[in-house]
Antibody
């Protein structure tokens, strides 16, 4: 059974940093590109970032580019999101997401497994 | 980055058919990229409902169907059931930025 378990969320002041983690199990982690998707309270889904199996290609939404850094450690079956210069508008539930097929993010594949999310609140 | 436009809400009585539209642009749906659909029940993570425009993952009832044409896509739910009350999102790839994905604005389906 595929499992994605996020952690690291919490309450943080504007301008500070936070690091999210996601541990994957139940599939061969380095056979797939992975993504982070967020959902602000009462709002829709927003794609945040995606990373290819070998970390060569990492893509970011314009809203987080230059502030967030996505990475992965295939030896630990883990995904990370380093979030710097956090803003109130970054407040959301952050989901770790597996792509259906493909090693690369440069494919129009769907997202077939989602974690339960870790909440991030940016407030003073 | 662009987003895909969906109606905020649709509703129908049990047993009826409802459709949800998803309108994109020439940088995403119109460029030929696949459209996928997700169902999000209250308080839960999204679930893949339709992939590759019209394919259902194992376990998804055939009451759900998808289609795509030009710069738009649609999700149809036939024989609407109470448990279909949820938020639905379309999603595609956007070539404006390498590796970029876009989601629809979301549609709340209400079963009357």
């Amino acid at each position: 059974e595929v499992q994605l378990v996020e952690s690291g969320g919490g309450l943080v002041q504007p301008g500070r940093s936070l690091r999210l983690s996601c541990v994957a199990s139940g599939f061969t982690f380095d056979d797939y590109a992975m993504h982070w998707v967020r959902q602000a309270p009462g709002k829709g889904l927003e794609w945040v970032s995606g990373i290819s199996w070998n970390s060569i290609i990492i893509a970011y939404a314009d809203s987080v580019k230059g502030r967030f850094t996505m990475s992965r450690d295939n030896a630990k079956n883990s995904l990370y999101l380093e979030m710097n210069s956090l803003r109130a508008e970054d407040t959301a539930l952050y989901y770790c997401v597996k792509q259906t097929v493909g090693l690369s993010v440069v494919v129009a594949a769907a997202f077939d497994h989602w974690g339960q999310g870790t909440p991030v609140t940016v407030s003073s | 980055q662009s987003v895909l436009t969906q109606p905020p809400s649709v509703s129908g009585a049990p047993g009826q058919r409802v459709t949800i539209s998803c309108t994109g642009s020439r940088s995403n749906i119109g460029a030929g990229y696949d459209v996928h659909w997700y169902q999000q029940l209250p308080g839960t993570a999204p679930k893949l409902l339709i992939y590759g425009n019209s394919n259902r993952p194992s376990g998804v009832p055939d009451r759900f169907s998808g289609s795509k044409s030009g710069t738009s896509a649609s999700l149809a739910i036939t024989g609407l059931q109470a448990e279909d009350e949820a938020d639905y999102y379309c999603q595609s790839y956007d070539r404006s930025l390498t590796g970029s994905r876009v989601f629809g604005t979301g549609t709340k389906v209400t079963v009357l």
